[in-house]
């Protein structure tokens, strides 16, 4: 078991930078793949970033490419997204994962361990 805890997220200009986090307690986040999603109201959760269980490989959505980027710091056991260049569109609810699997997936229903989400509310 692993429990996920989300932070930082917040209101943001258009242009602005946010840094999510995602901290793990219960495991070693480097025992997991590790994802970020995110759902707006009324959509479908959708993948955003991911690292792999070695942290090596990293993927990233085609809306956010170049934007945003996944890392893990093993000692603090967490993830982060940075993001920058946010726009009004990347308004949603943020959600961290954890996916026993050694690649990354980015489909939500191959991970295991799920966040509460932290809600990211960018203005134009």
């Known amino acids: 078991q692993v429990q996920l805890v989300e932070s930082g997220g917040g209101l943001v200009q258009a242009g602005g930078s946010l840094r999510l986090s995602c901290a793990a307690s219960g495991r070693a986040v480097s025992s997991f793949a590790m994802g970020w999603f995110r759902q707006a109201p009324g959509k479908e959760r959708e993948f955003v970033a991911g690292?792999?269980?070695?942290?090596?490989?990293?993927s990233y959505a085609d809306s956010v490419k170049g934007r945003v980027t996944i890392s893990r710091d093993n000692a603090k056991n967490t993830v982060y997204l940075q993001m920058n260049s946010l726009k009004p569109e990347d308004t949603a609810v943020y959600y961290c994962?954890?996916?026993?699997?050694?690649?990354?997936?980015?489909?939500?229903?191959?991970?295991?361990?799920w966040g509460q989400g932290t809600q990211v509310t960018v203005s134009s």
């Open positions: 994962a954890a996916d026993i699997s050694v690649g990354v997936s980015t489909m939500p229903r191959t991970y295991d361990y």
């Open positions: 690292l792999s269980k070695l942290g090596v490989v990293t």
